[in-house]
């Protein structure tokens, strides 16, 4: 009687791979952990940015040697920033906005891992490489030729393409882009109506999308926000985060009885209502940087209300002011105007710990202000009295630092060239402003005349765009503006 094998072949197959496996994991923890790490997640990834976009973050799959990353991050072009970390995800934060209409290109090699140290091995990083882009250099201005008259122009100074918003029906009379950029708030009257007070309120999509991959809607489509049925709309503003819009209103059967009104900007897709902000009578105004407040030139001074049905206690006031001219992004610091007994204007730094600073003194106007985005920089349009007998001003551009209160003049412009509006790029480093030709013609014919803020008739204006450099380099003097070869007026950038 044969003996059967004590092993069939697939319990020696199985052992055999037993032993293998084993030998394996053995030589395994022999070596030590040989997977190289690797960026998980970057947040820019193929993204497009804007000036509000001031940090990426780079999440690892492991726990990295913090200084061989930072000397091995490339950017370009570059940009300068610091890092900060936390566990495995590294957060670098830039100094300034990276400038508009620019490819960037991210590479991370040669970055080891806390325990490539430790274990004494070489083992580098998996190398990686990444995009992103800032959104296009893109300006807004109000036609002032004959075939763009009176109507919303875009043009993409980067891809120097050219779009005419709004239709030849409607005269364009003032307007801000929302902070996306997709949309315009502009108000509006009929071409064939005269009346500087019969302006309504809509928007206009740019076609522009937020992200470089996300649809959008097309350019050109309006929608109205606000009519003029029982109120005229005199003046608006539209709040940072783009959610609410504030509109000084006049009753159209009693001339006395005017005051700010709010509204949201989105209300389900159906027009939103207005509501009255209960206060004392106002002049100029404008939205606090977090949305939530409107400063107001009231009575003596400057008032700080809450947007809310009930602003009759205001948030502050400050009586030695009469005018908010710019806040800075983050709300901490605001260009403010004191109206001095001598009949000069006063610029002063105002703080939220309570500090304030004079900055200029004009005896003519201080027209608009604008805080760098990045820079401690002022830029304002003044203008000084060159002939009291006449009351001629000459209006010039500055640069002030704030933190000197160094005065770096940019340009002064023509005499009596009072209605000059100014705009600074998002990204701080172009200036736009327009030069207006008033109309001589006391009795012009078209129906569509363009007119000013003042009501001056508009015969044409040219636009001009200035670069920027930091007001410490001596190459500032040299910088003449570029006129473009466009036919408008009230400029600006779209953020």
Sequence with gaps: MTTKPFLQPLDRTAIALMLILSLLIGLLILQGDVVASRVRDFSWQNQQIGADDISFSVTFSRPMDIK????????????????????????????????????????????????????????????????????????????????????????????????????????????????????????????????????????????????????????????????????????????????????????????????????????????????????????????????????????????????????????????QFGLVQAFSKDGSKAAMVRFNTDFTKELFLVTNQGTQQSLSKTTGSILSCQFDPALPVLYCLLTQVVSKEQYIEQPYLVAIDLKTGQQKPLLVLPIEQRNVQMSLSPDGLGLLFDQVVPQTDPNPSATKTLKTDDGEAIATSNLWLMPLLPISDTAISTIRPDKLPFIGFHPRWLP
Excluded: C, H
């Design 68 to 319: 061989s990353v930072e000397d091995n991050l490339k950017i370009d072009p570059p940009l300068a920033g610091k890092f900060s970390w936390a566990g495995r995800r590294m957060v670098y934060t830039l100094l300034t906005p990276a400038p508009y209409g620019t490819n960037y290109k991210v590479q991370l090699q040669g970055a080891k891992d806390r325990f490539a140290e430790q274990e004494k091995t070489k083992r580098l990083i998996q190398p990686f490489t990444s995009q992103f882009r800032t959104r296009d250099r893109v300006i807004l201005y109000i036609g002032a030729d004959q075939q763009e008259q009176g109507q919303l122009v875009l043009y993409n100074l980067s891809s120097e393409q050219k779009k005419v918003l709004t239709p030849k029906d409607l005269v364009v009379m003032d307007f801000e882009p929302f902070p996306n950029g997709e949309k315009i708030l502009f108000s509006a009257r009929a071409a064939n109506n005269q009346d500087l007070l019969s302006a309504q309120l809509y928007t206009v999509t740019t076609g522009i999308p937020l992200k470089a991959d996300t649809p959008t809607e097309p350019a050109g489509k309006i929608d109205l926000i606000l009519d003029n049925k029982d109120y005229q709309n005199l003046k608006f503003d539209l709040s940072p985060d783009g959610q609410t819009i504030v509109i000084q209103r006049g009753n159209k059967n009693n001339p006395g009885d005017f005051g700010l009104w709010f509204m949201p900007t989105n209300n389900s897709g159906e027009r939103p209502t207005p509501q009255r902000l209960k206060s004392q009578p106002g002049g100029d105004f404008m939205i606090t940087p977090d949305s939530k407040a409107v400063a107001v030139a009231q009575g003596q001074g400057a008032a700080i209300l809450p947007l809310q049905n009930d602003a009759t206690k205001p948030l502050d006031f400050l009586p």
